[in-house]
Antibody
Framework: QVQLQESGPGLVKPSETLSLTCTVS????????WSWIRQPPGKGLEWIGY???????NYNPSLKSRVSISVDTSKNQFSLELRSVTAADTAVYYCARGIGGVFRRYYYYYMDVWGKGTTVTVSS | SSELTQDPAVSVALGQTVRITCQGDSLRSYYASWYQQKPGQAPVVVIYGKNNRPSGIPDRFSGSSSGNTASLTITGAQAEDEADYYCNSRDSRSNRVLFGGGTKVTVL
């Protein structure tokens, strides 16, 4: 049973860098899409980005200039860095495992395992 | 457009059927996946692929699609189905992940 656990500071000052880590237990991090998703208070889900096969990344264009996602396979962890944060980055941050493929000429993509989420507040 | 559009809210009487829709160009080449999120909890996938339910998801949840529209149907809605539901897919050109804005389902 794969489980994900987010960790990192719950409070970040404006203009600083938000850094979170997701620890994967019960399975390998060597494949799948490893995503970060966030949810501002009272709002919907926003995909931040993913890392695939430990090297290929894809980011939300609205955040791309400030985001980096990396993997440490030796620790079975992947991490998020979001630079130059503002109050608008206050949210619950989730990590999730994504699965993609093709079936009958249609593609599919879904996230089957999620962490419980961690609240990050940006405030001085 | 590479966005996904959902109605903000829908209500259903206990035991009745409700359908939630999700529209977007990406759905012409991608199956939608659907997530249930209850207050204070992480999302949980309820439908993925053509119409697959993960283990533990009741069979009253089903999915379908036609053209650029995907649907999640709850047949015989229960009180515990009251939640926010999000659709999800990927953009076939950029491969970026997309979420719909979410639909709040109220069971009356």
């Amino acid at each position: 049973q794969v489980q994900l656990q987010e960790s990192g500071p719950g409070l970040v000052k404006p203009s600083e860098t938000l850094s979170l880590t997701c620890t994967v237990s019960g399975g390998s991090i060597s494949s799948y899409f490893w995503s970060w998703i966030r949810q501002p208070p009272g709002k919907g889900l926003e995909w931040i980005g993913y890392i695939y096969y430990s090297e290929s990344t894809n980011y939300n264009p609205s955040l791309k200039s400030r985001v980096s996602i990396s993997v440490d396979t030796s620790k079975n962890q992947f991490s998020l860095e979001l630079r130059s944060v503002t109050a608008a980055d206050t949210a619950v941050y989730y990590c999730a495992r994504g699965i993609g493929g093709v079936f009958r000429r249609y593609y599919y993509y879904y996230m089957d395992v999620w962490g419980k989420g961690t609240t990050v507040t940006v405030s001085s | 457009s590479s966005e996904l559009t959902q109605d903000p809210a829908v209500s259903v009487a206990l035991g009745q059927t409700v359908r939630i829709t999700c529209q977007g160009d990406s759905l012409r080449s991608y199956y939608a996946s659907w997530y249930q999120q209850k207050p204070g909890q992480a999302p949980v996938v309820v439908i993925y692929g053509k119409n697959n339910r993960p283990s533990g998801i009741p069979d009253r949840f089903s999915g379908s699609s036609s053209g650029n529209t995907a649907s999640l149907t709850i047949t015989g809605a229960q009180a515990e189905d009251e939640a926010d539901y999000y659709c999800n897919s990927r953009d076939s050109r950029s491969n970026r992940v997309l979420f719909g804005g979410g639909t709040k389902v109220t069971v009356l």
